[in-house]
């Protein structure tokens, strides 16, 4: 969903930087502005500024909503999303190389690790080569 599609013609690509106020806040949906507060929060505690915790939880919000928006999009949690993080961290870190490394700071046994990295790599596969049928 663009930002025209949200918001009508000729918005600017930065409009929601500009929407600050808790006035202008209030006229959003309550999960768009839940979503920006979670994650801005969630900015803050890792150590940004106040800044830069706004401007990435927008720069956030408007990447998910380019990908998911006009859909509705199921989030998991709990244990089964700290897996997937986990999962995808792994495979974002694999090199070819670095199966031991992997092991020991995941605390996984080889052959864990090796399944998930085949499992992610089908994953990988999937989304950059979709299925011709």
């Known amino acids: 969903m663009s930002n025209q599609d949200l918001f009508g013609d000729d918005v600017p690509a930065d409009a929601l930087e500009h929407m600050q106020s808790p006035e202008i806040r209030a006229k959003w949906p309550k999960a768009l502005a839940d979503l920006v507060s979670v ?3 969630a900015h803050l505690r890792a150590g940004d500024a106040p800044e830069v915790a ?3 939880a ?3 919000v408007r990447a998910l909503s380019n990908y998911a928006g006009g859909r509705q999009l199921y989030m998991p949690k709990g244990e089964i999303l700290e897996r997937a993080l986990r999962d995808r961290e792994i495979w974002s870190r694999y090199n070819g190389r670095n199966i031991d490394d ?3 700071e995941f605390d996984l046994g080889f052959v864990q690790v090796y399944s998930i990295i085949a499992e992610q790599r089908a994953l990988h596969r999937q989304r950059i080569q979709p299925s011709l049928f």
């Open 102 to 104: 992997l092991v020991a």
């Open 58 to 60: 927008f720069v956030t």
């Open 54 to 56: 706004q401007r990435r």
């Open 39 to 41: 994650i801005e929060a």
